[in-house]
């Protein structure tokens, strides 16, 4: 039998990304659980992170895969957070397919808190605010705010679906170290869980619910996590027979950016600023904030596309 030293290395390895939603019937609430630790740490990798700015980043990426999964059709959802302190915000978008990207605005941030109500205070400052578009695709787009009060993450993002959405959410994300070369790895488990009641869901229920899962989700997630999803799942509810899995799919970490994208974004300048360009710098270069891919287009491009256009 393998000791509880060598489990714990190897979760992170054993645990795949994705994403399980389920429906409670006998009271008419909605489930949905995100394990989302081998992305947060690409994420971590691909901005060169530090732990504050990483920590951070890994919340709204899980919180991105969560509200992902309420939308429907093409439908994106995009959070943005703005802050005055030192993280300054950042913005995750994630789309019904658990496809999900983002950035910080300062990926320096090493230090936060010790645990507790003022954990997150040193990185996000006194004042802020978090901030939802949901794009359907159509060109149709929804926004809506609502300012930092408690400075915590998944607190104020709750506050936002009873103000915005007035919807009662449950949302309880958690960061777990695991065992790791010479240091505990901080994004060895990361996962999300978030409830809401239907329409004619069970209120009570729902609160009881929400206050069982958000009191054992730490100890749940270090005991079977490296099951996946589903056992993770039952774990977190004993004793409910009536679970119905609706739908589950894996999570990944990947940007939508391309150099034909690139292009047609250099095209929307207009002929003068092309030109501009074209004699001061003689090529185009740009830096996906998502993904840190670097784009250079030379002037030979440019010209052809320009022409191309009629400009």
């Known amino acids: 039998m393998a000791s509880a030293a060598v489990l714990g290395t190897l979760q992170p390895l054993l645990m795949a990304d994705e994403l399980i939603s389920g429906l409670l019937k006998d009271v008419d609430v909605r489930v949905v659980l995100a394990l989302t630790s081998e992305l947060s740490r690409q994420a971590r990798a691909t901005h060169k992170s530090l732990p504050a700015s990483a920590a951070l980043l890994s919340q709204g990426l899980t919180a991105a895969a969560l509200m992902g999964a309420l939308q429907k059709g093409e439908t994106r959802i995009n959070i943005q957070l703005e802050c005055d302190g030192p993280l300054r915000g950042f913005f995750v978008d994630g789309d019904t397919a658990g496809v999900v990207r983002g950035y910080t605005k300062n990926p320096l941030v090493a230090h936060m808190g010790a645990e507790g109500g003022y954990r997150w205070r040193p990185v ?27 400075f915590d993450f998944a607190e104020d993002l709750e506050r936002y679906f009873g103000l915005s959405d007035q919807v009662a959410t449950q949302l309880t994300l958690a960061q777990l170290p695991t065992p790791g070369n010479g240091a505990p790895e901080p994004l060895g488990i990361v996962a999300g869980v978030l409830l809401q009641p239907l329409p004619n869901g069970d209120r009570e229920a729902f609160q009881a619910l929400g206050a069982q899962v958000k009191a054992r989700f730490h100890e749940v997630l270090q005991a079977h996590a490296a099951e996946g999803g589903s056992a993770l799942l039952k774990a977190l509810l004993p004793g409910r027979t009536d679970l119905e899995v609706m739908s589950r799919y894996p999570l990944r970490f990947t940007c939508t950016c391309s150099r034909e994208r690139v292009k047609t974004a250099l095209m929307a300048m207009g002929r003068e600023e092309l030109t501009d360009l074209l004699e001061k710098e003689g090529k185009a270069e740009v830096t996906c904030q998502f993904c840190t891919t670097h784009y250079v287009i030379p002037s030979e491009e440019i010209r052809e596309l320009m022409k191309e256009a009629g400009q």
């Open 124 to 150: 996000l400052g006194n004042k802020g605010f978090i901030s939802v578009l949901r794009d359907t695709g159509s060109g149709e787009y929804y926004r809506s705010s609502v300012e930092l009060e408690r």
